[in-house]
């Protein structure tokens, strides 16, 4: 299990492991991020991922069975169907939502969407309602797979697949990421965040 000593402040958006701040995974992968964002309008990034994490606390809440839906506003609804007929179609069992994570070897936490079981493996699975998938992603989910190892040793050699879950037409998709070199992106990206913030 995660370390009790591990806090965190979501204002701030900011992981504290024994008092000390830890960087995000997605503050790791902030600089590829931008390059491959980089012709979007700043003020629709934004919106986009202030919409985005909406539509995580709507399946937070749904798999918790605390949403009030006569509350939901109309723009979350279809997501909250889309994300009803993946778990019907697909048969996923979610075992952690919105869980944080920590990687003591490497230095860095961060919060996954969903790990659980589909088709009788582990999965983790990264849920996405942009258009397409970036390819930050895969080192996204690798990072989250690794933090999730150490935190969770029962997890053991086990393999887990990594996926991102599209919810941003008019069905869900499934997109697997199978690269092995995703955990070294993540970790020479991390090489040079912790570079920058020394110097």
Not at 39 to 65: P, Q
Not at 88 to 115: C, N
Request: glycine share 6%.
């Amino acid at each position: 299990m995660i370390a009790s000593a591990l806090s965190f402040n979501a204002e701030q958006h900011e992981y504290r492991l024994d008092g000390l701040v830890l960087p995000s995974v997605t503050q790791v992968l902030a600089e590829l991020s931008a390059r491959i964002y980089r012709f979007v309008n700043s003020a629709d990034m934004v919106r986009t991922a202030h919409f985005g994490t909406a539509v995580h606390a709507v399946i937070k809440l749904e798999h918790a069975g605390e949403l009030d839906e006569d509350a939901l506003d109309d723009q979350l609804r279809p997501y909250l169907a889309k994300w009803r007929q993946f778990r019907a179609q697909s048969g996923f069992e979610v075992h952690l939502g919105e869980q944080q994570v920590l990687s003591r070897k490497y230095g860095y936490a961060g919060t996954l969407d969903l790990f659980g079981k589909l088709n009788g493996r582990y999965a983790l699975i990264d849920a996405k309602r942009t258009a397409g998938v970036p390819r930050t992603a895969g080192p996204q989910t690798a990072a989250y797979e690794q933090a999730l190892r150490e935190s969770y040793p029962f997890i053991g050699v086990d393999p887990v697949d990594r996926y991102a879950l599209q919810l941003c037409d008019s069905k869900w998709q499934l997109v697997p990421f199978r690269d092995r070199d995703d955990l070294r992106v993540f970790l020479s990206a991390l090489t040079l965040h912790q570079w920058s913030a020394a110097s």
